[in-house]
Structure formats: C-alpha cells, structure tokens
C-alpha cells in the first residue's frame, strides 16, 4: 500500500452557501447606486454653488453703488457730527474705508474675493475664529429673537 500522505489529491474550492453569491451581488449593486446618487448630490451642489455664485455677482454693482452713497453720506455730515476733530477725521476715514470697498466689490468677482478670504483665514487663524464665532453668535441671536 502507497502512502496517502504523499499522493495528490485535487483540489476543489471551497463550498459557497447559495445566497453568498447574492449577497456579494446585491452589495455591490447598492455600493454602484450609493456611488451614482453621491455623484448627483456632488453635482447638484456644484450646480447650486454656481446659481448662488451668479446672483452675488449680480447684485455686486448695486452693494457698490450703496457703499459709495454711505460713504458720500458720511463724507458730507462728518463736518457737523458732535466730538470735534477727532470724530469728524474717524468719520472721513471710516468713508474712506467704505469707499475702497466699494471698488473691491467692484473689481472682483466672488471667485476672487473667496481666494481673498481663504488666504486672510490661513494668515489670520485666531483672528478668523473669533470672528466667525461672533458672527454665528449675532446669526444665532438673530434667528432666535424672530
């Protein structure tokens, strides 16, 4: 008698249970549907990103026009404001500001303004988050007190 331990046997695959083909079907259909409806969300944002990026920029001329007129505003009765030369060169500074706003608004489109404040955030970190906080808090009263 031959040894059995040195004889070749073949090998066969292992036993599936019948659902495990099923299953692994079925999983990767919702991995396919999952991807697809992630693909329409991203898209769908992109496409809202875009729709709000163009009414900014249509209303861009008019926020410009309105910070001119403060300014002119302030420019005008900075003279006969109470406080004296001190107040009255705060309020021709504070128009001075407001002026050059209204030629940044402008100048540059939303796309740009953005890159601006990305780069202010990364160069300013701390002052950012405190204004970002104060500005939630001011969001967060006003939405409260309707």
């Known amino acids: 008698m031959a040894n059995q331990s040195s004889r070749d046997y073949p090998s066969y695959p292992e036993p599936v249970s019948p659902g495990t083909r099923e299953t692994e079907s079925a999983a990767t259909s919702v991995k396919e549907k999952a991807s697809e409806a992630a693909g329409r969300?991203?898209?769908k944002a992109a496409e809202l990103g875009r729709s709000a990026a163009a009414k900014i920029d249509e209303k861009?001329?008019?926020?410009?026009?309105?910070?001119?007129?403060?300014?002119?505003?302030l420019h005008d009765k900075?003279?006969?404001l109470p406080g004296g030369e001190k107040v009255s060169s705060m309020a021709h500074t504070a128009a001075d500001k407001l002026e050059s706003t209204a030629d940044y608004v402008r100048e540059h489109d939303v796309r740009d303004m953005m890159g601006d404040v990305e780069q202010f955030v990364k160069?300013?970190?701390g002052q950012s988050l405190i204004a970002a906080a104060a500005v939630g808090f001011l969001v967060g009263r006003a939405f409260r007190s309707e």
């Open 41 to 43: 969300a991203k898209d």
């Open 60 to 73: 861009r001329e008019p926020a410009a026009g309105a910070l001119d007129g403060a300014a002119a505003t």
């Open 78 to 80: 900075a003279e006969s």
């Open 123 to 125: 160069s300013h970190p």
